[in-house]
């Protein structure tokens, strides 16, 4: 017989599977060396804002300074043949070359000479004479510097400093200059000096008004690109932090070497563009790099400095590889012998330093820190929160299935 115990014995029993385990891969950093530096930098944000605090304290306090400080000149080609000759004028004719001060006095109720005219001229031959990057000054001369109607008269002060000093008098002189006119006599300041000075005045008063149009536009644009507030405003962390520390730069690099006031336009364009076009890059990655393994229900969702890693990992080496390419196509830029145009790529080579060094330092940390709070203050349209666009993914099934068209 067989009894109950032997045929159970023989019944073959089904043992019910356990859950499949989150592979510990979820919870593990990818390996590579930029991988490992952003997830340090995200497990020590106290160290990393701590540094940058120090280099934006020490280098915007020069900041400020960087319009009034930085060159106005430097449009020559050096060892060229006319800056030679202009060199040569300024030393053999007391200063008359092409960076000299010119006054024109006019007057419309006498003629250049009387008595009027001639304190006018006393007056500015003082105010100039004081000045010792001012060398000879040759008054109104008839027969050369006086009109054939004798109403105008030019006063020539002759240039005893370089090209960028003597923009900078035309700065300091030139309200001064037109000061001295009266109800009959106008005082008008020109030649090159005054010129340049006048044009990089309005060309920072045109760049600021740019700048005060184009940064609400940036913004709307970031907040409906990311969807979210907090995300958004990661971008113009990384700007702002490029655009300080490279203006104290270009501050202090002045005192060793003359830098265009230009370089500082180009510096702020390229602190703005590249600033939000890595952070593009970063955040988004960051994004998808937090959303739960393994799916929606039962899945995992990796620690910050986890994600960190996966983005650093993967993003950042195309973002590395885009910085250096800026930099080594800038460095031919510095073969160029006019100055300005030379230092302008300096300006644009520090902003690019100075962005990379944020986006792989003070980004993680703060993506770090933040961790899903990166999401928060999310508009109504955007909760998924995903970095997916249904039109580009057709147009690219669209070359995917006729290559050779």
Do not use: C
Request: proline residues 6%; without cysteine.
């Amino acid at each position: 017989m067989i009894t109950r115990a032997d045929r159970d014995e023989h019944v073959p029993t089904t043992a019910v599977a356990a859950p499949p385990a989150v592979p510990p891969a979820a919870q593990t950093p990818p390996h590579g060396v930029l991988a490992r530096w952003a997830a340090w930098s995200a497990m020590h944000m106290k160290a990393v804002l701590g540094i940058w605090l120090l280099v934006l304290v020490g280098l915007g306090a020069a900041a400020p300074s960087v319009f009034s400080s930085l060159a106005g000149a430097g449009w020559q080609a050096n060892g060229s043949e006319s800056v030679a000759v202009r060199d040569f004028a300024q030393e053999h004719f007391g200063g008359d070359a092409s960076s000299a001060i010119q006054v024109v006095i006019h007057t419309e109720d006498g003629t250049i000479g009387d008595r009027a005219t001639t304190e006018v001229i006393e007056d500015a031959t003082a105010l100039l004479s004081a000045d010792d990057r001012i060398a000879d000054i040759m008054p109104p001369t008839p027969g050369v510097t006086v009109s054939e109607d004798g109403r105008t008269g030019i006063l020539i002060a002759g240039a005893a400093a370089d090209t960028d000093d003597m923009v900078r008098l035309a700065d300091d002189l030139s309200d001064r200059i037109t000061a001295l006119g009266t109800d009959t006599i106008d005082v008008l300041p020109t030649g090159q000096s005054m010129l340049w000075s006048d044009f990089n005045h309005a060309n920072h008063d045109a760049m600021m008004k740019a700048e005060m149009m184009s940064w609400p536009v940036t913004l709307l644009i970031l907040v409906l690109a990311f969807g979210s507030l907090v995300a958004a405003g990661l971008p113009l962390m990384l700007t702002l932090a490029g655009l300080v520390a490279s203006a104290g730069a270009l501050v202090l690099l002045n005192m060793v070497t003359p830098i265009s006031v230009w370089a500082m336009n180009f510096a702020l364009m390229f602190a703005l563009a590249l600033g939000i076009d890595y952070a593009l890059f970063l955040v988004a990655r960051f994004r998808d790099a937090l959303r739960p393994h393994g799916g929606s229900h039962g899945g995992t969702t990796p620690s910050a400095s986890v994600a960190v890693a996966a983005t650093y990992g993967t993003a950042g080496k195309a973002v590395l590889l885009s910085g250096i390419t800026v930099l080594i196509s800038l460095s031919a830029v510095l073969l160029v012998p006019a100055p300005a145009v030379r230092t302008m790529a300096v300006g644009i080579m520090l902003a690019v330093v100075f962005v990379l060094a944020a986006s792989f330092t003070l980004l993680p940390a703060v993506l770090g820190a933040l961790g899903e709070k990166v999401n928060a203050v999310s508009l109504p349209f955007a909760k998924k929160q995903e970095h997916r666009s249904p039109l580009f993914a057709r147009w690219a099934g669209v070359l995917q299935r006729r290559p050779l068209v």
